[in-house]
């Protein structure tokens, strides 16, 4: 069973960056494709990147492609996610979550487990 820990959030000027994180336990994370997306309130769940295993490949919602991206480094079992150019459209709680592929895009990407969320607040 994995589990999944995101942290990093907090309240940012628009137009300014923030890097999460999700922590995992695991015994090889580099077995399981993570992705990441956001809830925001009254709206719905919005995937928002996905990295896959070793090798890893990166696929991106064209909301955030350009602004957003995602990496991981599975010696520290870690994923991250590097956002940029925020807007404040882009305030909501933020998760990582196991999916069984990348595939195409975030259509393909079914949610196993999931963390508890960090807020990201763009507010001036």
Excluded at 11 to 22: A, D, E, H, T, Y
Excluded at 93 to 106: F, I, N, Q
Aim: aromatic share 10%; hydrophobic share 35%.
């Amino acid at each position: 069973q994995v589990e999944l820990a995101e942290s990093g959030g907090g309240l940012v000027q628009p137009g300014g960056s923030l890097r999460l994180s999700c922590s995992a336990s695991a015994f090889a994370l580099d077995y399981y494709a993570i992705a990441w997306f956001r809830q925001a309130p009254g709206k719905e769940r919005e995937g928002l990147s996905c990295i896959s295993g070793s090798p890893s490949r990166m696929v991106y919602a064209e909301s955030v492609k350009g602004r957003f991206a995602t990496s991981r480094d599975n010696r520290k079992k870690m994923v991250y996610l590097e956002m940029n150019s925020l807007k404040p459209e882009d305030t909501a709680v933020y998760h990582c979550a196991t999916v069984v592929s990348c595939g195409s895009g975030p259509d393909s990407w079914h949610f196993g487990a999931w963390g508890q969320g960090t807020q990201v607040t763009v507010s001036s």
